[in-house]
């Protein structure tokens, strides 16, 4: 029920796209992240030198498991984002909050992890970055920056500002 002067609105053009953004920003992650989940025999080197008293078929095994779990992991993000921009879309604060809290760590973790290669601490702790890695990194970090940046565009505020009483949990008066 609504409050009286206070009527739903249309999401103003800035939250549309920013709901694309970040929805394209988890797509290109799943992308990131399918990459990486591809080099089976990366994988196998790795959990090879992690746990030399393996056999091949346990080696193989715990292959196939990361590769589900990470692809399962990255589905679910993907879903849970989109979910989280359709709230924010209809005017939902908590799920503004919520991407602007998981954007700006992603962009601060994004600029670090950049200056970090950048810099040559990538390389100094062992650390195999490729030019797709990078590429990947500075997409997700223009991304999200700009999805945050149009949710506090002077429209999406209004829009939030109106929404707000429709869409605040009500506590019961006592």
Known sequence: MAEPGVTPAPAPQPLHLARVLWIASTVVSLARSTTKLADRNAIMDQLQAMRPELTFDQVDAAASASVFFGLAMSLGVVAVYAWLAARMLA???????????????????????????????????GLKVTTLDVIFGLAVLGLDATALALMF???????????????MPRRPSL
């Open 153 to 167: 565009q002077r429209e999406s505020r209004a829009y939030f500002a109106r929404m707000a009483p429709l869409r």
């Open 91 to 125: 005017g939902y604060p908590w799920a503004r909050m919520l991407l602007v809290a998981f954007g700006a760590i992603s962009v601060f973790l994004g600029v670090l992890g950049l200056t970090g290669i950048a810099g040559g601490a990538a390389a100094t702790a």
